[in-house]
């Protein structure tokens, strides 16, 4: 038999579907070693596929789960007393499974005193390895679960904030295609997905609260390359190839950036998709804190392999045997043709077919259980990718039963997803509610044309009870109680499935509330979220036409900035593209079901998807009259100036606090400009004695600004009031030649303070509309602004007529904080 040739890891072929990260985000990744993930996706490759569990081992698993089934099983499993019941009826009810249907001698599956002994031992060892009460190892291995992860008032948090979600119009509601208005998504990774050669994405990775000139060039991202698959060979030495169903051409889900620092906190780090990070602020906190809470979970679910308890040499041994009897049938095949069938031949089949009729199999179970050293995947200090999703099933009396999903792995292979954290929340008057699993496991066994009565399919059936090789190659694992509160973890490997349930009371309406995170690879970087701008045709809009100058313009130059926004999806579309997206899944799924995971069978179809026309063209501009090609050419140069430099991602993630201290010589007009930004209007203020502090809330922008007096007693104590400042806004009177040197003097005290070392800054010339009153480059010279190279500075000239402009480039870049729409009166 050829050798089974290596094949790189899909993870080194898919450079086009990676974030190229900006030179923090790698230096962190970097730093972290290597996760050390049993499997890490199960489309990815066959190498990590287990062997099947033998009959036996499949009785010691169905003893195990019935064991940390039972309430309270930690504390029981630890009395003797109990344990030997607990044994004489697993070895009753292992006798009562009904015999192979094939008429063959065959030992070993009925469960044995020292398999059962194995199981009790083992399972004394997980419910000492139970953390604080709260996280164990539920019912199905490899699955944990913990029903006291999330405290109340964290749920009660939750449910809070759900309830935004849920109380929207009718016609708002998003039912989930194709479940009769039973499942309710509340986010939903499928909507407004990426879309290859349709969604837009910047060059590099942007900071979420900063402007960076030039970062945020938009191009739409191609199709990943076809990712080569293994040739594989058969006993026969006949070679066959993967179909690459498992990655799609068309779409992926789009992650979200949550950091976890080395104490374990979480934070956000970009929107989440289809979660408004201005309306539904409170959630993004909510969802972190929740996230928090799973972390430890997921650090034992990605370094918690599924091993086989019974050694699997034994199948190793029957496939080595299977080999040689197929050689003898090849030497026998071609002594035939040679000899025209002869005698010897005959008899040479005879014999061997003899031989195989006499075989006995018996599995042996290891003498004593051994624990394997607990390993943990550490998540701490990493820049995590997770997607997140939230749904409702709902019952009513006129629809009482979900009829429950369908096997299925998460994602395709474009989403690199790992593991699944599901919470259940809250659950009202519906029946028991499972979540099954089982996993694909690996031939032990490969011939050709394989019948019932095959020699080598008879004896993988007797010891691992699997049947003709065209049926499905996946193994039951059990299955988990999903009730009220629980958190399950699981890897992405395992099959999973919702289990049918239906009303309590079938008067009363029922329901169902869970959250779900789907981890990405911690190894992987997928387009995410922080390099794609949301791509909701309202959340954008909205939001534009609110901004200076949007709001000012005429609304034929909205309607060409509109049609310039081609990256923007509107809902029909986007639940168009959603369906596609199913029907392509749907495949997959199939192909799961059927044991194909990696296809072969099903190919898939490809979306043929017109890139975004620019409307630049002559054949374009021919319908528009000289006055529309000004407008044209008015709204190409302002989409671009806001686009490029960023100001897109800015809108919706710059809801943080920000310390702002106004500072001047007293007369400067510091009080004035600061009821200004906190009132809209003038007003007559009389010297500062001390401080005043006010908090401007604009959009989503929180300031709290300090206006520190500036008479001389007071300035010897402007230090007192440095520490967490954001932003430094520096307040000159125009006018006031005299003491330009001091104001100067007084800066630089205040600049070269540790406190402010990388404090940016913005120098206001106020009164500039009076007479002999300096220019903003008279200031800026008197000040020695051209002399400060270590920070960023920012000089306007302010008067009661004038404004400082919220778009000006030079200004976001300086100080990003500073982009309100106001005017600054002296």
């Given amino acids: 038999m050829p050798p089974k040739k290596k094949s790189k890891s899909t993870r080194s072929n898919m450079k086009a579907n990676v974030d190229l990260l900006d030179d923090e985000a790698e230096s962190l990744l970097s730093q972290r070693p290597r996760c050390v993930i049993h499997s890490r996706h199960p489309l990815e490759e066959d190498d990590w596929i287990e062997l099947p569990m033998c009959r036996l081992e499949r009785q010691m698993e169905l003893f195990s789960q019935a064991i940390r089934g039972k309430p309270n099983w930690m504390v029981k499993v630890k009395d003797e007393k109990i344990c030997k019941k607990w044994v004489e009826e697993a070895i009753q009810e292992s006798k009562k499974q009904p015999p192979p249907h094939l008429a063959y001698t065959y030992r070993g599956t009925e469960l044995t005193p020292a398999a059962a002994r194995y199981i009790i031992e083992e399972n004394r060892w997980l419910a000492d390895q139970i953390v604080e009460g709260t996280i164990e190892m539920s019912p199905v291995m490899g699955v944990f679960q913990s029903d006291g992860l999330i405290e109340d008032e964290l749920k009660r948090e939750l449910l809070s904030n759900a309830k935004l979600l849920e109380d929207v119009p009718e016609d708002e509601r998003d039912w989930h295609p194709g479940s009769s208005k039973q499942v309710l998504d509340l986010i939903h990774p499928s909507l407004y997905c990426f879309v290859y050669g349709r969604t837009y994405q910047v060059e590099r990775q942007m900071k979420p609260t900063l402007l960076s000139t030039g970062a945020s060039i938009m191009t739409p991202l191609p199709p990943p390359a076809d990712v080569p698959r293994p040739i594989r060979y058969n006993l026969m030495g006949e070679a066959s190839y993967d179909s690459d169903s498992a990655l799609s051409k068309r779409f992926h889900w789009l992650p979200s950036e949550f950091i976890v620092d080395e104490e374990g906190r979480v934070k956000i780090d970009s929107y989440v998709n289809n979660l408004h990070p201005v309306k539904h602020k409170k959630m993004y906190g909510t969802l972190a804190k929740v996230f928090e809470r799973f972390v430890p979970l997921l650090g034992r679910v990605l370094d918690a392999p599924r091993i086989n308890r019974i050694d699997p040499h034994l199948a190793d041994y029957i496939a080595s045997r299977s080999r040689e009897r197929i050689k003898e049938m090849i030497a026998m095949e071609r002594y035939n043709e040679m000899n025209e069938g002869g005698e010897v031949a005959e008899e040479n089949e005879d014999e061997w077919y003899d031989r195989v009729q006499e075989m006995k199999y018996e599995a042996k179970v290891p003498e004593k259980f051994k624990p394997t050293p607990e390993k943990f995947v550490d998540l701490r200090g990493r820049r995590l990718q997770v997607i997140v999703k939230m749904a409702n099933i709902e019952l009513t009396p006129e629809s009482p039963e979900y009829k429950g999903g369908s096997w299925h792995v ?148 909205l309607n060409l900035i509109e049609g310039y926004c081609g990256f923007l999806m509107k809902r029909e579309e986007a639940e168009r593209i959603r369906l596609e997206l199913m029907e392509e899944r749907s495949a997959m799924v199939q192909n799961v079901n059927a044991g194909e995971i990696l296809g072969g069978k099903r190919g898939l179809k490809s979306l043929s998807v017109s890139r975004l026309k620019p409307m630049t063209s002559d054949e374009d501009m021919t319908s528009y009259d000289e006055h529309q090609m000004k407008i044209r050419e008015c709204a190409d140069v302002f989409i671009r100036h806001i686009f490029d430099m960023g100001a897109l991602l800015s809108l919706f993630w710059s809801s943080k606090e920000y310390r702002m201290l106004v500072l001047g010589l007293d007369n400067a007009g510091k009080t004035t400009i600061l009821y200004k930004l906190k009132l809209g209007e003038v007003v007559r203020t009389i010297p500062t004695i001390g401080f005043n502090v006010e908090t401007v809330q604009y959009r989503n922008l929180n300031l709290t600004l300090w206006d520190a007096g500036g008479q001389d007693k007071i300035i010897a104590l402007w230090r007192c009031y440095l520490q967490n400042t954001s932003s430094l806004i520096y307040v000159i009177d125009s006018t006031d030649r005299e003491r330009l040197a001091k104001a100067r003097e007084e800066m630089q005290k205040i600049l070269e303070n540790d406190e402010m070392k990388d404090v940016c800054m913005a120098v206001l010339a106020n009164k500039s509309d009076l007479p002999g009153a300096m220019t903003s480059k008279e200031v800026a010279d008197g000040l020695g602004l051209m002399n400060i190279r270590n920070r960023k500075w920012y000089i306007q000239s302010t008067c009661a007529n004038t404004e400082i402009d919220p778009e000006d480039p030079q200004l976001m870049a300086t100080v990003p904080h500073l982009t309100l729409p106001i005017r600054l009166w002296g």
């Fill in 410 to 557: 998460e994602g395709m292979l474009n989403e690199r997803i790992v593991a699944t954290c599901i919470y259940y929340y809250a659950s009202n008057n519906i029946s028991e509610s499972r979540l099954a699993f089982r996993r694909r496991v690996r031939q032990p066994y490969t011939g050709d044309e394989q019948t019932e009565q095959s020699e080598g399919v008879t004896e993988c059936h007797q010891i691992f009870g699997l049947g003709v090789w065209n049926s499905s190659l996946n193994e039951t694992l059990g299955s988990v109680e999903t009730k009220e509160g629980r958190c399950i973890v699981f890897p992405n490997i395992n099959q999973h499935m919702v289990s049918p349930f239906r009303l309590a009371d079938a008067t009363r309406p029922g329901s169902r509330k869970i959250l779900v995170f789907f981890l990405v690879d911690p190894d992987m970087r997928i387009t995410s979220t922080a390099r794609v701008p949301p791509q909701q045709h309202d959340w954008l809009w909205d939001e534009l036409k609110a901004c200076e100058p949007f709001s000012s313009l005429p609304r034929d130059i």
